[in-house]
């Protein structure tokens, strides 16, 4: 079987909760390399930092409409969340601060994509 088929297989099967958790992983792992670099490579650091606002800022549009069916103070937190992780992306940038906040929040969050809730 062919990669492509493997990725696309994967991406049939897996439910929208490991589908999070997946994409989480993939934009905590670009945080921890950047932060590995320590500043010394800016672009790095600036596509890490992008991708995870992105990231945040669909989870908080999402958690914004009314089809979202999350309880209303889940949602909130995640918007505030999203909120957060904005601002401190920009200090990031502009003092250029630890990573390792933003990291803690993604690992919090996987941690909780990673429980499955009782049947």
């Known amino acids: 079987m062919s990669l492509q088929a493997y990725e696309k297989t994967q991406l049939q099967s897996e439910s929208p909760r490991d589908t999070e958790y997946r994409l989480f992983g993939q934009v905590t792992h670009a945080l921890i390399e950047a932060d590995k670099a320590n500043h010394a490579d800016l672009q790095q650091m600036i596509k890490a930092l992008s991708w995870n606002r992105r990231l945040w800022s669909t989870l908080a549009v999402d958690c914004s409409t009314d089809a979202n ?29 630890s990573l390792q906040p933003l990291i803690e929040v993604n690992r919090a969050i996987m941690q909780g994509l990673s429980q499955r809730p009782a049947a």
């Open 69 to 97: 069916q999350l309880p209303a103070s889940t949602r909130a937190q995640i918007i505030s969340l999203s909120l957060w992780v904005s601002r401190f992306s920009s200090e990031v940038m502009r003092s250029r601060a």
